[in-house]
């Protein structure tokens, strides 16, 4: 059975992530203190539409450059990660996105040059990543969608579990463009309201934002570890829950099991939408009843695929820095009472619950524990 | 060295077919209406799946370079009023769930390789590693010319499934990753997909560290 083979302790040796408040502290800090990156921002940037909450880089346009204006955003996360043969047989690197560089094919498909191409499929912007940070060949390309990062961490685990790595990088990134604004403009859910996760209110929103990290496992002695990692997917709709919530539980119940025993606060996926956060907030009440619940995407908006590595990277940084983020964007009347609105101390805690979710009913999440 | 052995290799190499003749071919495999809305690469992974029927606890690892790109370029074509439903198909790893949507079958676990030259080696990778005791390794891409270009999308459509475990008796053949000393390697779906296609063997170096055998009875 896959969830137990999971539950064996990974050694998170580092994570970081980029986002527009700055790196993982920033980012902890900044959302400690309530504050939302997210903006009122043109759905298509330059060809307008609808106002709708956006999170970009910096002085980065939703309109995709060539070559693209994230790269140095990229470069400078990559020069924080730990020295190693990136890439060589024993060291392997695990990229992750849901959108790689469609903002590249968006704006080809604008009429804005084929300049642009070059960064357009999976295979080839990753290829020139991995020329452009080093790396040797042995780079792992995956994408599921909003848990394509834990599906990454899931399966570097495996790799240094079986013995065949000494140590993984797992790599990722989503930078957002009008193909995905657009796109869930389409579906209704991301619309002029900001996003306020878990709370019980008329009509649900969610918020898009720019986001990367990454993490290096394997090598103990940063006090943090990855001992549970667990993965279901529904497949019952491709943009809605089994109503019964039958696929969080399955998702969540592993990650239960290993946490006996453990204090834990819970980060869950949280986007702002209705179903799914009532779902996931009752989930979570279920099986981690005394554990307080919160989502950071009311400030950074869903960063898509990455969303499960940048917000892992940001609960390590709130667990050195003492204290959590609530959920910001969200004040009372919340699905559950768990839900917390207001940053919290975690020395009362030696566990987090992290979950993403993902267009066909996938859901991840995996337990982190610290020392 | 990790390996397992092959109990199903199914196949399809559509040629030059065009994706209303695929939804005519493989139309009786799905249920009644839910052809429609399907891509061609879905309905293709859903005739090489059918054999196989993936079940809850199984693994399903998934490698396509391309992913949707017909469902990609059609979506790009439907803006400045985007299609929620070509937005939805469009993503990575639509094609598998396409299929398993319309047959309400969930898996645990499901892995979706993107890359080119060391694909067949990461997603084999993954499946061998998989703790279930069945592991599916299916992939395919879809024939598709977009506008302006002949890079963002393949040149070619095939698909196929692999149903592995670690049972050798009764089994086909094998699937097997040795570490190695090799520094490079590489192996794109097309030439895996023929060797599956032909019966023929394989052994070479896939990725760096990473020599691939598949072996046939």
Redesign the interface.
Known sequence: ??????SQPVPIEAADCRTPFGDARATSAALRQGRRALTLQPV?GA?G?DSVPLATLPGRSLDETAPPAWLSCLDGLAASIPEAAW????HPVFVTS?N?G?GS??A???GHG?DH?EF?????L??GLRRRFGW??????????CVSAH?GL??AS??LA?G?AERALVFSFDFIS??VT???????ILNPEMPAPYAVRPTGSIGLGDGAGFAVLGRSGAGFSLSAQS?????????ANRADGA?FA?CLAPVAAAAQGRRLWLKGHGTGTLEAGRLEAEGFGRLFPASPLVSWKGGLGHTLGSCGLVELAVAIAAVRGGEAAGTVGTTAPCFVDAVATEPFPTSAYDGVVLASNA????HAACLLTHD | MIERHIHSAQTDDPGPEEPAATRERLRALFPRGATRRMTQLGLLLGGVLDPVRPAEEDALIYASSYGESRALHEYLASFPTASPTLFQTSIHPSAVQQVLVTRQQPVREFLPFGGRAQIVAHAAQAALLSPAGRSIFCGGEERHVPPGTTTAASPIGFAFALALSPAAVGSLGTLRLTESDDAGGELALPEFFLALRQRRAIDQAAAPGLRLTLAWH
């Open positions: 059975m896959s969830a137990a083979a999971d298509l060809a539409g890439g060589d047989a024993r849901s790689f469609v094919l968006y080809f498909a604008r084929p191409l357009c499929t999976p295979f080839a990753v290829d040797g060949g042995n780079v792992a390309v995956l994408s599921h969608a599906v899931l399966q495996r790799v079986g065949r009008p193909f657009g796109g869930f403009h389409a579906l209704k993965l279901y997917n529904e497949m019952n709709h491709f943009t696929g399955a267009f066909g009913g996938a």
